[in-house]
């Protein structure tokens, strides 16, 4: 009777596994989950615990043993897309960014949202002027430490917080200035929606950065946006094609292409090779979500498509899940009181850290000299 209730316990055991999932504030939230949980299970454990009902514009992603990201799949069993082995750790992340920040119903998702973006400025994603840099971080600095106060906020208090990759000792000044004269009485809220419509207004605002090659060899990074496609090289955007141009994305091995009309019937083809052929397959699945979500109208329009030509030939994918005015719709409806958010203050220094690590362009030195831009950085999560 020992034996069978040991054997049994063992087998219970195996059929569970511990998932952490690491929230945009850097916290960790863990579970204990059947082996055979879909990934929209441990999605929805996630959003239940912050308290999120505009949850479609999230998304859990994953690194694999070959240092590939990729977003968990919420109609796949989490066990069969993971391949290393449990305790698996994962990260919550904005996986389709609105297009109006600043409008979104509820604060807890504008919260978040906030929260992304300011990752992304701190990791490089987010390219700005100067001007533009020192008001993103003044609004930072106003939404998690208050009004200035003299006798908390000592001369060059702004220097003890990171948030670009690098940045000079005058953007430190103007930031504190800003933070001193232009934003005193802001609540967080407020400091929160006025950093979101300033961040949307940037050409990089959303962009989750692939680092690719182009046909002449020049590294670029590939990005899909709520409003079309986006290639960068040189902190420079050098494409961009609305998501209404878009006609076709396909990848065939390493190689990616972009097929878009535009303005009086002209057809393009850009093409670009990914580092790997499993880098070019997560991309081509990033934009085949990304231009479904932001292009269709309706989840039913949905299809299945082929990353060939011929259909019945190589990888077959379709976007699951609700379409991006199905979700502002279905927004509008939303009638609770508003739940408690639990701000994560400024920490000085931040680290910020992430699980991966990537390539990074070039960036804005720590000096007197006049920082222009600041820097994309792909791979942190």
Known sequence: MLSRFKSGSIRNLEREYSCTVRLLDDTEYTCTIQRDAKGSYLFDIICHHLNLLEKDYFGIRYVDPDKQRHWLECSKSIAKQIKSQPPFTMCLRVKFYPPEPAALKEEITRYLVFMQIKRDLYHGRLLCKTSDAAMLAAHILQAEIGNYDPGKHPEGYSSKFQFFPKHSEKLERRIADLHKTELIGQIPETSERNFLQKAQMLETYG??????????????????????????????????????????????????????????????????????????????????????????????????????????????????????????????????????????GLVPSRSCPSITHGPRLTSVPRTRRRAVHISIMEGKN
Not at 214 to 242: I, M, Y
């Open 207 to 344: 962009v989750d950065p692939h680092p690719c090659k182009d046909v002449s060899g020049n590294p670029a990074f590939l990005a899909f946006t709520p409003f079309g496609f986006v290639v960068l090289q040189g902190n420079k955007r050098v494409h961009f094609l609305k998501w209404h141009e878009v006609t076709k994305l396909k990848f065939e091995g390493k190689t990616f292409h972009v097929y878009a009309n535009q303005k009086e019937d002209q057809k393009i083809i850009l093409t670009y090779f990914a580092p790997t052929p499993e880098a070019c397959k997560h991309l081509w699945k990033c934009g085949v979500e990304n231009q479904a979500f932001y292009k269709l109208d309706k989840s039913s329009q949905v299809r299945t498509v082929s990353s060939s030509n011929l259909f019945f030939k190589g990888s077959r994918f379709r976007f699951s899940g609700r379409v991006a005015k199905e979700v502002m719709e279905q927004s509008a409806k939303i009638k609770r009181e508003p739940p408690e958010i639990h701000r994560a």
